[in-house]
């Protein structure tokens, strides 16, 4: 372990010479971007419990939620409409996905495995049908991402990524390098690669054809709970318990920007980028969205309606709109 830290003490010195300017340096000239003109566009409301999950439906259009009151909502963010009602084994679900094709939604969270649920189908009893469970996690589910309707990557506080095969239900392989909990995981535009972030504080970049390490990024203090690529998948955005957002740029191999917010009070618990990178969003525990200029590390100001910490935030591929979920029990689409 304590060769471990020297080494990297040696690589993060190394990467800080190799950091001749700032973003903030190179672009200083540029002009400021307006305030970020997003309201609320619609409460959706339906949850009894926290909201611990949020993500959009490839259709730029459909939403999945989870909720610690034991459900899963999909929802048509344009009408606002509940669209589909999934009653969940568990209650303790943290995190949630949907496929990109819009068949398929997955969940988990305190009761290690990952359900898969095909919504277009219903059991005997009317509910979803499941359509697969993946178990033999050592610790509960953290995060998980569809790469199609046969593949899904797994994240938990076993400190252990998963690839698994839907169709049988076997992992492809296994990933193992964090050393804590996996909090966090965003997919590459080309799905080829996916970051995740973890309680280590370290972020790691992860090639999906092979399940190897590739690159791993350190600059955090604390808990890593959230990263998000930008759409160019040339870097990506992170937010932390240590009150910070940053970016990194995988070309560089290191970080290239630091956020804060003026009080500086209150760490993030999700991300989310503009489609022109411009712009980074992270839900906090101050339950508001706070946005700022990527390229000169300015506060933009923040988004304020909810009642209590947001948990979770999605923006769908287009970038049009974004969704925010809360301990206030509700769901908000902003545009």
Known sequence: MVLKTKLRCLFQKAQVGAADKTLEDVCGDLSDIPKIPLRTKKILKGHLSKVTAVHYCGDNRHLVSGSLDGKLIIWDTWSGNKVRIIPLQSSWVMTASYSPSGNFVACGGMDNMCTVYDVNSRDTSGAAKIRREMMGFEGFLSCCRF???????????????????????VKDFECAGHAGDVMSM????????????????????????????????????????????????????TGSDDKT?????????????????????????????????????????????????????????????????????????NGMALVTGSWDSSVRVWN
């Not at 046969?150 to 049988?168: N, P, Q, R």
């Not at 070309?251 to 618990?269: C, E, V």
Request: proline share 2%; with cysteine.
């Open 186 to 237: 965003s997919l590459h535009p080309d799905k080829t690669s996916f970051v995740t972030g973890s309680v280590d504080r370290s972020i790691k970049l992860w090639d999906i054809r092979d399940g190897e390490c590739k690159q791993t990024f350190w600059g955090h203090d604390s808990d890593v709970n959230s990263v998000c690529f930008h759409s160019s998948g040339f870097y990506f955005g």
């Open 147 to 169: 790469l199609d309707d046969d593949k899904l990557v797994t994240g938990s506080a076993d400190m252990k990524i998963m690839l698994w095969d839907l169709e049988t239900g």
């Open 245 to 317: 957002s940053r970016l990194f740029d995988i070309r560089a191999d290191q970080q290239i920007g630091l956020y804060k917010t003026p009080a500086n009070k209150s760490g993030f618990t999700s991300c989310g980028m503009s489609t022109s990178g411009r712009v980074i969003l992270c839900g906090s525990d101050d339950s508001a969205v706070h946005s700022w200029d990527t390229l000169k590390a300015k506060h933009n100001g923040c988004l304020t309606g909810h009642e209590n910490r947001v948990t979770s935030l999605s923006m769908p591929d």
